[in-house]
């Protein structure tokens, strides 16, 4: 089913399974254009290493469905993954509720939650806020002795994408990505967003009588007495941005610690959040790796970037301007070559119109090559035709090739570079993409 963004339909199936969100477990949910997933990651991992049992439903997924779905780190194994979401579909189709695949896959996770009996689900916004799936959840009520509920909310940055979805304006992105915040629940944003939608979130805070903080990229920014300043923690995950989103993240702890969120009245301390920090994994996302590429086990070093809108896609250019500016180790030349070989790939119905502006330069070489279509649980998602994506890279480079095929697009870049003609290979412009590199990865490293 193609996207229609309604609650009602999730609230009756929700009904006649239980109201699984309604039972033991209490929720932080996390919206926003980039950097929603990390936030995820960062605060899921530092309630597990806090030893607070903790699931995590992000979306989409990477390499299969059940991974979109953790419970304490691990995805839920596939078959038990299966079994819960076949019970779901037969509830759907059994009471003719009619919900989309986003809505099912949702509701699996929220079962999988009351089955597995967490503490704290740490949960995605798939597209939007307002009307998306995840929001059916309530605020949390401490004076009501509740056991469930949302205890925070969270905003990342918010940027252009998915216009004509949830608006052609920021304010308008804005009002769909705040319509999480829940009545009397505080809410975190990123400081560096825009003042538009500063403004816009703060008249619904306001509104809804939801405290808000607005965090800093700020090495002396302190999280309450317990876990200490920004600058006492080091990120895993590449991308000054991942600054901000580490430092919503760690607001989120403060409150929970400074509200006496858990069930076991415990703080999470410093030492663990520390070391929960340390821990994070977000494959996909500015990761570097050596991937096999073949069955005679060619391989190629690669930065991996899901960037799938301009925000994102600048915040990838200036990783990449580091590279091109750094030295190379083995170079042996006076002057270093700094073209970029580009393997890129986007979803269908993407505005890429400037979107490579600062990330691809006039000696770089392009592979342009498109995931692969039937993505599990999504059929909705289609990759977008090479050619036209040809047509707007041709004002930034005439270094053009054609693989519509991603693994002869790898063999490509391997031919290339075979001469370590170039000082970095970036492959980016979908998570669907990214996806597929892992899984030749993992089909041909095994």
Known sequence: MPLDLQLHRIQNLLKYIGNPQKSTWKAIHVAGTNGKGSVCAYISNILTNSKIKTGRFTSPHLITRNDSITIDGTPVPYEKFIEIENNIKAKN?????????????????????????????????????????????????????????????????????????????????AFEKAGIIKEAIPCVIDGSNDEEV?????????????????????????????????????????????????SIALKVIEIINSQNLLNNSNLINKK????????????????????????????????????????????????????????S?????????????????????????????????RNDTVIISKFNEGIDGMPWIKPKDPI????????????????????????????????????????CGSLYLAADILRINNKYAN
Request: net charge negative.
């Open 329 to 361: 180790a083995t170079n042996t030349e006076s002057e270093s070559n700094n073209d970029i070989l580009f393997i890129i790939g986007l979803t269908e119905g993407k505005n890429i119109n400037g979107m490579f502006d600062k990330l691809i330069k």
């Open 198 to 246: 500063l403004k816009m979130v703060e008249k619904i805070s306001k509104d809804l009588n939801s405290k808000l903080y607005k965090v800093k990229n700020d090495e002396n920014y302190q999280f309450g007495d317990v876990l200490g300043f920004l600058k006492d923690y080091k990120s895993p995950l590449l991308g000054d941005y991942q600054r901000f989103n580490l």
């Open 93 to 173: 189709q059994e009471f003719k509720t009619g919900c989309t695949e986003f809505e099912l896959l949702t509701c699996t996770a929220f079962e999988i939650f009351k089955l597995y009996q967490v503490e704290i689900a740490v949960i995605e916004v798939g597209l939007g806020g307002r009307l998306d799936a995840t929001n059916i959840l309530e605020p949390f009520n401490k004076e009501a002795n509740e056991s469930n509920g949302v205890l925070v909310t969270a905003i990342t940055k918010i940027a252009m994408d998915h216009e004509k979805i949830l608006g052609d304006t920021l304010s308008k992105i």
């Open 388 to 427: 036209s994506i040809r047509d707007e890279l041709k004002k930034l480079t005439g270094n053009l090739i054609i693989e519509s095929n991603i693994e002869k697009a790898l063999e490509k870049a391997y031919s290339l570079n075979s001469d370590l003609k170039f000082k970095k290979i970036v492959i």
């Open 272 to 327: 663990d959040a520390i070391n929960g920090v340390l821990g994070v994994k977000w494959p996909g996302r500015l990761q570097e790796l050596e991937i096999t590429i073949s069955k005679d086990f060619k391989k190629l070093p690669v930065l991996i970037d899901g960037a799938h809108n301009i925000q994102a896609a600048n915040e990838l250019s200036k990783c990449v301007d580091d590279i091109r500016s750094s030295e």
